[in-house]
């Protein structure tokens, strides 16, 4: 590829949401050493921003500003570094280009919401615009699946079901929107270490079987039966290393949510509304409750990692 010329735009700006698992079946490791799963996405209205300027040929940095970046590495160990390098490697020569990239948080750190695999998706489509580069959406999600198993659906968005690692993604057709009522925890989860409990739990793994009752909810728009429905494997190992994470999740029920679920690896939890009028009393109940560090209200489906002005 050739090298550009001439720095492209000044800077890029990209948007991109955090997912929910509305599904999650883990099965046993396969030879590569990963789970296979299983699993319904759905993107949902809750937003990383990434911002990538120009820099000078072969430096890449990045900035990182939102509650929990003290704890997210800013060196080459952090996902969307790795992500930039990865494209200016592919489709540079690397040693041409440089970007300062700078992320605002708002996505969970270790909740369960993809946040690094956000920012490294946004990565991917930010650089490949600023240095104008010969890359379109198909490749960049490829890309992204050498780099993380969500990482693929965080470009993409909407609602998919993602079966191998998660990166194999199919679009699900969904009808009208859903409310969601996020609670986020004081601290979060490692998602090796919801692995490990989880193998330990569940020698083997659990069944692989496809969703069809949660599909069929999804393309009928119940949310009543979207609600029952919902479900993740690596729940009883999330509430086996926090506990209080059943108390939040009885909370929302009680409350009146139509579904309750944790949030991929954990240790956020997702609750599933009627409409938008319930969420909004459903997050007043929790907030008052104190069963979360915090409470967000959400809709989903929302498009994946795109450009803003």
Sequence with gaps: MATPVAPGPATIRVRVPAKINLALGVGGV???GYHRLTTVFQAVSLHDELTAQWDEPGLF????SGEGTDLVAADDSNL??????LVAERFGPESALGVRMTVKKSIPVAGGMAGGSADAAAALLACSVLWDLDADLEELRELGGELGADVPF???????????????LVP???????????????????????F??????????CDLAMPTELL???????????????HNDLAEAA???????QQTLDAGLEFGALGAIVSGSGPTCAFLCRNEESAVALSVRLGAEGVARAVRRVRGPVPGARLIS
């Design 30 to 32: 396969d030879a590569d």
């Design 61 to 64: 940095s990045i900035a990182m």
């Design 80 to 85: 969307a570094m790795r992500a930039a390098r």
């Design 154 to 168: 965080s470009m993409l968005g909407g609602t998919a079901i993602g079966t191998g690692r998660g990166d194999e």
């Design 172 to 194: 699900v057709l969904t009808r009208g929107a859903h409310h969601w009522v996020l609670a986020v925890a004081d601290v979060g989860l490692s998602t090796p270490t919801v």
């Design 196 to 205: 490990r409990r989880f193998d330990e739990l569940q020698p083997g793994g």
């Design 216 to 230: 069929n909810a999804l393309a009928s728009g119940d949310s009543v039966a979207l609600g029952r429905h919902l």
């Design 239 to 245: 509430i086996d290393l926090r506990p209080q994470l």
